[in-house]
């Protein structure tokens, strides 16, 4: 089983839309929780960090379930400039080795 | 800007030469990573140096050497490019891991 799973769709949406991801680990060991953004042929960058059940900033908001192991993304008022690749990562204690998957493609059309 | 810093952006190479990239970061960082990249595929680690003067292999290791030449510093070298190894290459470093990964704007390698 691979420590992460993620839909790699394209998930296809208008402008203005609700869209969520979900992203499942192996690993219950898991502590803290990323989620990085990437651009088509560019560097991934950190998009939010999850420690415990949550976190929010502005129209991302992130949930963690570790009962079912999964962590989930929501971005509300999608914008064309989300259009982008997002990477789940999950980090197990005492490793410092990032885990990533191919992650969800996300397509924001007018 | 502090972060991380690859060269070069863009190599050619032709089958059977080597080369070494080049990462650098700036965040007083304890951990460095290499990875690869492969058309329409997630990130897939080379190597990595969890601190100065350690390093370890990580699911692709073959056809790649790399040393940590300081906190700073973390080489990549390919000591006879194969057409397999066609890929872009992103370096990232990290503090303790908790507060993410920076990773630096990658090296288009292609080997012909």
């Known amino acids: 089983r691979k420590e992460v799973e993620q839909d790699p769709g394209p998930f296809n949406v208008p402008e203005g839309a609700t869209v969520a991801f979900n992203c499942t680990y192996s690993n219950s060991a898991s502590q803290s929780f990323f989620w990085y953004r990437q651009d088509c042929r560019k560097e991934p960058k950190l998009l939010m960090s999850?420690?415990?059940s949550g976190n929010e900033d502005g129209r991302f908001t992130a949930q963690l379930n570790r009962a079912s192991q999964y962590i989930s993304l929501l971005i509300r008022d999608s914008k064309l400039s989300d259009s982008a690749t997002y990477l789940c990562v999950p980090l197990s204690g005492g490793s410092y080795i990032p885990t990533f998957g191919r992650g969800t493609s996300l397509i924001v059309h007018p | 800007n502090a972060g991380v810093t690859q060269t070069p952006k863009f190599q050619v190479l032709k089958t059977g030469q080597s080369m070494t990239l080049q990462c650098a970061q700036d965040m007083n960082h304890n951990s460095m990573y290499w990875y690869r990249q492969d058309p329409g595929m997630g990130l897939r680690l080379i190597y990595y140096?969890?601190?100065?003067?350690?390093?370890d292999k990580g699911e692709v290791p073959n056809g790649y050497n790399v040393s940590r030449l300081n906190k700073r510093e973390f080489s990549l070298r390919l000591e006879s490019a194969a057409p397999s190894q066609t890929s872009v290459y992103f370096c990232?470093?990290?503090?303790?891991?908790?507060?993410?990964?920076?990773f630096g704007s990658g090296t288009r390698l292609t080997v012909v």
């Open positions: 140096s969890a601190s100065e003067g350690t390093t």
């Open positions: 990232a470093s990290s503090g303790a891991g908790v507060d993410g990964y920076t």
């Open positions: 999850v420690y415990s």
